[in-house]
């Protein structure tokens, strides 16, 4: 009759006369996880690792073949196994003896007794069994014969030397079913192939064999195992080998397009739209200049006679000056752009170019050509026959040119600055002159003489004699 992982673990318990609490001892497991096991509760494990753990102590504690147990802990919906009867007790350390001698055997030495193995097949709607002959062959593929015959060469060298497993495991620091496992070439009983490819090396040279041969030969066996399992193969339905076969994805080209892929790719062709952007900006705002800074120097160097515009001369009035007092609203100059440049066969030649707004009068051989405000970018061009007085307010804000000599800015800013340039002298500075404060004279207004008034002459008054009469 199958029984299931759980099914046996109590059956064969409840043979031995145990209960869950001695085996809790025994096991030193705890007793509500070998309840889960026995109940086939796996969900109630700490995890599938220590699960497996717990089985595999509590099978060889129950003294159980602990490969067909994990092999049922991998697929629990196809479990078969068959019912044992149960042992007496008289008999019980006999068949243990049997089981641990057989234990030594190879798997390959125990297929080699007989030509097939029968395995009993369980299907969940069939209520009867069928038993299906599989041929040695298929039972052990080529890697396991590569790891079988590596585990006959460590055991036979071991019998050579005549050292049992926990000599071994004494002198290597192996554990004993570490050992058996190499030696039956059961390589998922090893924790992982990493460890194990250590333990055969360290296995290999306490024995004294070729460790580099029987390492080649074991990653030989890797290889052909991968083979093995990634190989197209037609299988039947009900094989169990189905469940483990993986699932081969075919390449194609939406492998290589990710989202990274994207994404990257998205940045790079953004960034390159940015940079074209940015370089075409720049060009058009340098052509833009230039296109602008040839206009105005053509503007600046063409000879146009008729473009030019004569400034109105206006004087201040002087008499509100002498009289202390400015006018309310002095007359400036207005500011209208400079006439063109233009040659000039005179003896005395100026060119500004105004580089700030400042105040500026010229005066040409005694007369005022020039009096206001300048215009930033402007260029003023005065010829005289004898001098050209120049006086400005502002001397940062010139550039001037004497007769096609660069002079430079004048001066500082906000320095008032008087240059004559003559024709004979050059430039002369002129030497300030004592200026009179004018003063306010007083207007001479007419004085009222006084009139002549007619004066009263005293007359001469006579005293005349009074009778006083006498009286006693």
Do not use: C
Not at 110 to 136: A, G, L, T
Not at 142 to 163: A, D, M, V, Y
Not at 179 to 200: A, C, I, T
Request: aromatic letters at 8%; zero cysteines.
């Amino acid at each position: 009759m199958p029984l299931t992982i759980g099914q046996k673990l109590r059956e064969t318990r409840e043979i031995r006369g145990l209960t869950l609490s001695e085996a809790a001892f025994q096991t030193h497991i705890r007793e509500y996880y070998l309840d889960a096991l026995e109940k086939n509760q796996f969900s109630k494990l700490p995890s599938l690792v220590q699960g497996k753990g717990f089985l595999r102590n509590y099978a060889l504690f129950l003294n159980l073949d602990v490969a067909s147990i994990e092999r049922a802990w991998y697929h629990p919906d196809h479990l078969v196994q068959e019912d044992e009867t149960a042992l007496p007790d008289d008999q019980e350390d006999v068949h243990l003896e049997t089981k641990s001698g057989s234990e030594e055997q190879s798997p390959l030495t125990q297929v080699s007794q007989q030509q097939s193995v029968i395995i009993h097949e369980f299907d969940d709607n069939e209520s009867e069994q069928k038993p299906v002959e599989i041929s040695r062959e298929s039972v052990f593929p080529e890697s396991q014969k590569i790891f079988t015959h590596l585990g006959q060469l460590l055991r036979q060298q071991r019998e050579l030397l005549n050292l049992s497993l926990d000599d071994i495991e004494r002198f290597t620091s192996i554990r004993t079913h570490y050992l058996q496992s190499l030696e039956q070439g059961d390589l998922d009983q090893l924790p992982s192939v990493v460890q194990g490819r250590g333990m055969l090396s360290n296995y290999s040279n306490f024995l004294n064999l070729d460790t580099e041969k029987l390492l080649l030969m074991f990653a030989e066996g890797l290889q052909t195992r991968r083979n093995e399992q990634y190989a197209p193969q037609r299988l039947d339905p009900k094989n169990q080998a189905k469940i483990n076969q993986p699932n081969i994805a075919s390449p194609g080209w939406h492998r290589f397009i990710t989202a990274d892929l994207l994404i990257v790719s998205t940045l790079i062709v953004s960034l390159f739209i940015f940079i074209l952007w940015g370089a075409a900006n720049v060009t058009r705002s340098q052509n833009n200049l230039s296109t602008a800074t040839a206009s105005f120097l053509s503007d600046l160097l063409l000879d146009d006679s008729n473009n030019t515009t004569p400034t109105p001369e206006v004087t201040p009035s002087v008499q509100g000056v002498l009289n202390g007092s400015q006018p309310a609203n002095p007359v400036i100059g207005t500011e209208e752009a400079p006439p063109s440049p233009q040659q000039s066969d005179l003896p005395v030649n100026i060119y500004i170019v105004a580089r700030q707004r400042a105040y500026l009068r010229v005066t040409r051989d005694g007369v005022v050509v020039y009096n206001g405000r300048t215009i930033p970018g402007n260029a003023y061009e005065f010829s005289g026959k004898e001098s050209i007085e120049l006086l400005t307010g502002n001397a940062a804000a010139l550039d001037v040119y004497f007769n096609q000599e660069q002079l430079g800015r004048l001066g500082d800013v906000a320095e008032v600055k008087n240059l004559i340039f003559s024709a004979e002298e050059g430039i002369i500075t002129p030497t300030a002159q004592f200026t009179f404060t004018p003063t306010q004279t007083l207007k001479v207004t007419a004085t009222k003489q006084p009139s002549n008034t007619a004066t009263v002459t005293p007359s001469v008054t006579i005293p005349l004699p009074t009778v006083t009469p006498f009286i006693p």
